[in-house]
């Protein structure tokens, strides 16, 4: 089990990045996550923030943050200029405004030679993505996105078991991911998590697909390894007045030849934050559920099924690795969104290892080539699309 | 609480059915499990057989049941005709061969004036199916279809809510029928259940979709009475050699608008008999697996989910109807599978309210087209198809 | 799987045994189930009953099954003196009385010669056991005693995991049996089965211990092996004016040096028939609910746990034996219920091997001797008592 | 959902509390987590530490943290009083030793009348405990205990359903707490935690009486607020050799007239730490299990048992003040013992209304009195005993 700060084993000489964040003022939420995220492996110090570009709102949620009112910006440029000189400026910023300022406002800081760690998705078009990536390749800092659920200790397990062989080659992928937070017209209600998601400008034109089908779409690639050679989609938008979609049924076929689907939706009833992943090859299966992060299921063909358990005897070392308190003592999805700030942290500081499990341009690019494609399957009645996933 | 043979308040003249059975014999499946489902409420006394068209076989097999040798058939024609004068003869008869004997065995009986219940799919091809249909108009008997998953008692439930409006207009369906005994080349060792189910010759074209697919769809359209206006099919044949879908993703468009997907596999390593069915409409959320078949979870829009059980608080009268033992004493299979044969015991002896619940020739039908359907699109690389569902 | 009848390799001439019913008339529950439980693997024909001592009630509900009115009686006296002496007169007879009656109906059949299944506990009173054991051992035909959830398959497995060692050293046994049907004043309101069950007169003097903690006692018995040295109940009445016990709390101490408990209540709201049997050893454990009975949980020391499936790969001998229809296709309470009358047909027809797993003389002693220590020791505030587990 | 640093509605000015810690140096487990716990919510600064009183360890140790070195004791009466003299010296201290250090270390803090977080139980010994009661009261320091367990949303949810009386009158509490890491003699191999957490001098003389079942206790007090007026205990020894207790079955007679039990055991092969809680009472239950943390089953009489989800529709305000992210987003254990630690810093900074759900010398003092009337009954072959459960 981890002690805090690293593994036991990992220890290294103390130090905490100077971190700066745009968006996640007051009545945000993934402002709040991100913050928790990076406090939680004590690698980080929030110093610096243009938290909103209201200035009176930007003053004031800072101060909720103990910041230093000199280093409470309204203007996500002059931040990025001014902390790029500073002495002790910030190194590393986190993106969490809505989805259509993520590449300016990252421009802006990989410009200036600032890490990037950036919700996802990356961009709300491929055109913006295109030029972040330019961007991106220009800059000597790192860029981050930070796709959460490719963290849990057991979707790192999960990763393991299959690059191991332990599901031979694979044939099915069955991913979900089912809300019903937007079952209702609650955008007409002036819910501002609601408004900016379904405004087809803020959010990119992806509805549920760029919310939540981005991650269920990274994660299949995360833990499979496998590529989507095409894709056909179906989009709904169910609730009366919507531009958007509220509800996906995504196919996908693997270059390797196996079979794949997605279910991305924001009106399923009953959901709460339901991402799944069932992974079906010829010598065995993995099911694993976001709502009960801590186990996984591995049916090996002809045997029993077992229950692996984060910090059980089943898990291996990359779930170790990732693991903070014993079996039993449920982690959950902050612990998930701090490894990857953890993780983040240690590439920051050139750790030489982390590189691999760690988002960054490639799967925002792919991400956002994903709803692209989805979105112009979803207009030619599904179509199948073959989706342009490298960045240029 | 049911007493044996009936509901209390449903009491009527004792009286047992004559039934024969074709089909069925020592090694075979299904025959076993009509036979139980016929005796377990005490409506059927099974007098005589065609359980098997070799000679010994069909003796030795008759014996093993306590059958009169002198109606141990090797033949079915012969089986309907003496029957069919005989004063105690049958008045029904069980199919339970391959596929693509269906029609064949079910027309005979039918012209005999003999009731038949025939397992699914009705028959192995649309034009078989479109014969029987011809046949099954002409005769007295009536033409009954086991499609034993519409009668669980939670199933029934799950009918009459969506009926009375608790989910509100519908907007996904989600259904599920994953297995994985072919998830290796059972075929090819001799297993016989394989052999026949792996053959199109005898299975009539379907792999996975003729055999547990149409299972789903049938269940799709009895709990919610939606009706399928077109639909889009991606077959898999995963194991080598195979010449059968033995996995289908299956795109439903209903004609009310909502939409729907199906999986059938009986290569999803770790899944039994995975038959799930999950419906969500604007105001509330279903959801039923066939494995644990005593409980329906009902979500509510905006309130806490609830465990409705079988026998419980919850569950209503059409549940209630199909009840045999209290809440938590668990039935199971062979009780849903005994309610049908209940079913068409009411309806052989003319009881008035049976009807709307038993599958004929309608569902019978409807499930070889869908399956055809299938196919075609499966040939086109899933492009969307509208099925012929109703019976010329 | 099984075919109808015996599993395959097992199969012997057909004969199907003559019985007849004490009890079980219109209004009773347990009747009913035995009726099924006969039914349903084809073992039995039911031809006479006594099945009320009112003389219409019993000749209306003889007619509901379809009874020859000469072999309807109201007096179960009068029914074993003249079936005994009948040529074709039932060979064995199912008593599903309250309790007080089991004891002198149960002797006046074993009198007679003819086989007695009986209905659990025993008897009402462990001198009316006493009486019972004596006139058992006078008569040469069999008793047995209706301890159905020994029948269920994954408790077949369990036993056979335990006695082969699979747990080591036995240390701690957890059951459960908690039910809320009772949990208001239900006797009050004229409900027939809640009147005589919470009738010390007609139950014996146990309330939920006789009812259903005599069931979990079986069960640990059954499974583990483990002898009972001395036991601690604490009884609770909890519902105004009711004179048994609604709730108890009972310890046990094994002579093998292993400590159990038994929670046995009839007022646990929400609990529907939670039967559950929980066994940890020094190597590892076992984890059973007969709401979900299909599945076993197995936990090696230091291994992931794995979900061991009725009809699955982890299933041994003793489960197969008991089981029907494939994997993932439920069976339930009156399928363990059936296959306690085939074993009891078996051990009527003289197979060999039937007589280890199935309740007789034994059994229903020891389960009337528990009913009295635990009241015994309730009166005594819970201080510990020896029970005297075998007959006289 | 909650922002970072408090929910919306109780924003304060932004203050960080000064904190030190005593024990939790490298290899300690529990140290670590007090200081994410301390961290998450960003109410607390880790300022100085007496982590071990080995003097490179502790050096080691606090650099590890990124402490001033000034400020890195191996003597804790030497930290408290040098900490007490500094201007920006700590205000509060984690005290995280094994437990027979509690007491000598909380009494000198709090008579620099620094404010102390103590690990539970509160002491080892119930004469620790009325020294340190005293020193308490003579103290202007508050004394925290983290009974992290009662923190949890759902946990709050439970109690707050119970006060408002939605179970009516209770009648009966099933606690459990099995673990299974003390299975095998692992403290013979000199793991550092197995060793001192069974041996009786530096335990208190309870093994997982102290370590667990006083973790279940504290939690039925605080959800039920039923009083135990007499217990009884049956303490094991289940592995050679052991001299502390490693398995419990404790029955609790309240005041109130419910029964209750508590299973406290380390032996329970398979078991991670499966804390969980079931009441019943005349109008309803509750269940709820540590291991998924998130949802509370609510089983009204006669009513469909509902699922009460935290940040769901079902949930209150009780549970809405220590929710971080909305519901179906995992919040654990480091999120539970993070919501006591921000209501230790509410306490500490003055906050009205935070005293009622922190657990304090109350419930710490008679957790300890639990333990010693569970060894005493334990002793005299679990006889009846009166615990004394208020400080003096």
Known sequence: MS????????????????????????????????????????????????????????????????????RCYDDYRKMAQREARLAEGIEAVAVVTPNHLHAPVAKEFLRSGI?????????????????????????????????????YPMIRQARAMIRDGALGALRIVRAEYAQDWLAAPLEREGQKQASWRTDPARSGGGGAIGDIGTHAFQLIGFVTGLRVARLSADLDSFVPGRTVDDNAHIRLDFAEGARGTIWASQVAVGCENGLSLRIFGEKGALSWSQEEPNRLVH????????????????????????????????????????TLYRE????????????????????????????????RSGRADGRWVVPALDPP
């Not at 491929?126 to 930070?146: D, H, M, Q």
């Not at 982390?354 to 960054?360: A, F, M, N, Q």
Request: hydrophobic share 40%; aromatic share 6%.
């Open 299 to 338: 049916a090996p063909l002809g045997e029993a099924p077992r229950l692996v358990t984060r910090g059980g005897a089943g898990a291996g070392a990359e779930a170790a690795a990732v693991t903070r308190v014993p079996a039993g003592h449920p982690e959950g999805y902050l612990e998930a969104f701090a």
């Open 115 to 151: 890490h990037v760690i950036c919700d996802k998705p990356l961009t709300g078009t491929l055109r913006e993505a295109r030029g972040l990536a330019a961007a991106a390749r220009k800059s000597s800092a790192r860029l981050i996105v930070t796709y959460n659920y490719s963290a």
């Open 3 to 70: 002690d805090i700060g690293g593994m036991s084993g990992e220890r290294k000489p103390f130090r905490r990045i100077r971190l700066g964040m745009v968006g996640g003022g007051r009545e945000a939420f993934i402002g709040g996550v991100h913050r928790i995220a990076a406090r939680l492996d004590d690698r980080f110090t929030l110093m610096a923030g243009a938290l909103s570009s209201d200035r009176v709102r930007a003053r004031e949620s800072g101060a909720d943050l103990g910041l230093d009112p000199k």
């Open 344 to 375: 983040a942290a240690d590439a920051i500081l050139g750790a030489p290892t982390s590189g691999e499990t760690l988002p960054g341009l490639a799967d925002g690019y792919a991400g956002v080539a994903f709803v692209d494609a989805c979105l």
